[in-house]
């Protein structure tokens, strides 16, 4: 007789006697003990070794009796089909160690069942609260009524035999103990810890002051529970999200849907500090770009892919912006209640790297602007091809307006307004136009160099050269997958600096809003009108939100005060 694992159940392995092979047709016997625990395995095992024991014992005094073979298949078949399912009247005496082991299992059989069904609220926690105070007060008042009826229906569902009623007691015990830990382990659960299953009986139950103690942080559950995917539209379709621009919030809701699809969509109350910990390891080997329609089942071979290759990866700069939005929204999502406890706490978020200096962007000095601009790409207007003469004009706005790339090249014609006899540029959110923050919407005069320039007639003659439908000035440009019009003229000014021998890293199309900012900050220019100009967010001074600049007086501070001293661009003029 052996006892066998087959992975879904232990089963007992029974050689039937030879004398008894032309009555069972077979030579063993193979009865499932319907369990994978091994010490309530050996349990069963030793009531089913008795029945079977019982019936060879019965066959082989028939055959010695009669010399006939007394059973027909089908009662040869519905006798092994019952050896293993039918209970033996007799009591047994189980031993604490094996009935500790039923209890055990009953408690999780009860947590398996109700984390399932199981809703975080107030009223559960109040229910399960009030559940275990009552049995705790039966325990005491050795009130087993309930319990035995669990037992009960334990031995039955598993093929046991009813215990003798010297362990009947400790039987008794152990379950209410067992129902007991149970309760605990699911509030718990409800307030928000993960469940951890037990491996050994509580030895007494607790004191019941401190099982129905209040819980300080109220179960207000009634959220959905989302993916940080879906948390991420929610979170930026708050109001107090009104003032950050679209590309901003898109940036946001890409990045977590990448980390949402990392974590295999997982929902946020189901993540895990662990997860978070993968996670935060794993976001230095995701590459720059990755494609839509990938799937969480792709995310393993992408990453070891760039473990393979870490010149594909993100930078540091990229990986420190996905933590900070995966802790932004954990941390609204606590204060929102879509969780109580915030995993974001528990885990070791890895430092950024310091950038050296060098990597900065950089301000462009007197010497290399006059590179630049007396480079031989400037030294016409390129009248006959209407993609140079694009950049020939992103670059110089660029020098006189301080403005973002992507704000630049997005200029529609009607952008190009006038108030007060002010010719100024708008930028602004019309059309699907994008700006970093709300504070970018605004006006900018026209610098009186770029007059002197041609800015205005060039703008004249793309709009009659324009299709009807067009209504771009640097129409020549095309969009990027996130609708941005600068990728263009970003690697054409990056190729254009380094022919110059210009090859600094922290020189870049950028270094023009730098420069431009330096620029004014040595010529006095107030900070509410640098602020207005560039599109740069104020303090929260009381005073900086009052009154309204006019759009002369910021025509004559950027004349006045946004002047480079020694660059001489008459070359440049029409």
């Not at 946020?268 to 500090?273: A, E, G, L, N, V």
Request: proline fraction near 4%.
């Amino acid at each position: 007789m052996v006892l066998l694992n087959r992975g879904s159940s232990f089963y007992e392995v029974i050689n039937i006697p030879r004398k008894l092979f032309p009555i069972f047709r077979k030579k063993q016997i193979w009865i499932s003990l319907h369990t994978t625990d091994k010490k309530v395995a050996s349990i069963r095992s030793c009531s089913i070794i008795a029945k079977v024991n019982a019936r060879f014992l019965r066959e082989e005094q028939m055959l010695n009796l009669t010399g006939f073979e007394n059973n027909s298949d089908d009662d040869i078949d519905e006798m092994l089909s019952k050896i293993s399912s039918d209970v033996p009247l007799s009591p047994v005496e189980y031993d604490k160690g094996a009935i500790e082991t039923f209890a055990l299992n009953y408690c999780l059989d009860n947590i398996s069942k109700d984390k399932k069904i199981i809703t975080k609220s107030i009223d559960s926690l109040n229910y399960y609260n009030q559940l275990l105070k009552e049995n705790i007060e039966r325990f005491h008042a050795k009130d087993y009524q309930y319990i035995q009826i669990e037992v009960a229906n334990y031995l039955q569902k598993n093929h046991l035999q009813m215990p003798s009623e010297n362990c009947k007691k400790i039987f008794l015990h152990s379950f209410m103990l067992a129902f007991i830990q149970y309760l605990e382990i699911i509030i718990d659960y409800i307030k928000g810890a993960p469940i951890k299953e037990p491996v050994q009986l509580i030895s007494s139950p607790p004191l019941l002051e401190q099982s129905i103690a209040p819980y300080t942080h109220p179960i207000t559950y009634k959220k959905p529970n989302l993916s940080l995917a879906d948390l991420s539209e929610v979170y930026n379709n708050e109001m107090s999200r009104n003032n950050v621009s679209q590309t901003q919030k898109d940036k946001i809701n890409q990045r977590l849907y990448i980390m949402s699809l990392m974590l295999e969509h997982k929902k946020i109350r189901d993540i895990s500090d662990e997860d978070l910990q993968t996670l935060t390891i794993n976001l230095q080997w995701l590459p720059t770009r990755l494609d839509k329609t990938i799937s969480p089942q792709d995310i393993p071979h992408i990453i070891k892919d760039c473990q393979k290759h870490p010149e594909r990866c993100i930078s540091e700069k990229t990986r420190a912006d996905y933590i900070q939005s995966l802790k932004t929204i954990f941390n609204w999502a606590e204060k929102r209640k879509y969780i109580i406890e915030n995993p974001i706490n528990e885990i070791d978020i890895p430092a950024p790297i310091i950038s050296k200096e060098s990597n900065k962007y950089q301000t462009f000095t007197l010497s290399q602007l006059q590179t630049i601009f007396h480079s031989d790409f400037y030294s016409k207007h390129w009248d006959n091809n209407r993609q140079r003469r694009s950049f020939f004009w992103i670059g110089l706005l660029g020098l006189y307006t301080g403005a973002r790339l992507n704000e630049i090249c997005q200029l529609q014609f009607d952008d190009i307004q006038e108030e007060d006899g002010i010719k100024f540029i708008s930028i602004n959110e019309n059309d699907g136009k994008h700006v970093k923050t709300k504070a970018g919407i605004r006006k900018i005069p026209i610098h009186q160099e770029l007059i002197k320039l041609g800015f205005l007639e060039f703008v004249n003659l793309m709009q009659k050269q324009s299709p009807a439908k067009n209504k771009r000035i640097f129409m020549d440009l095309t969009p990027n997958s996130r609708g941005e019009f600068s990728a263009q003229p970003s690697k054409w000014f990056g190729k254009l600096l380094d022919s110059l021998g210009l090859k600094d890293k922290g020189l870049v199309f950028h270094s023009f809003r730098h420069t431009v900012r330096t620029i004014l900050r040595n010529n006095n220019c107030p900070i509410d009108r640098v602020q207005r100009l560039c599109g740069w967010e104020g303090s929260n001074s009381l005073s900086e939100h009052y009154g309204t600049i006019s759009i002369k007086v910021l025509a004559d501070e950027l004349n006045e005060k946004l002047v480079y001293e020694g660059l001489d661009l008459s070359h440049l003029y029409i």
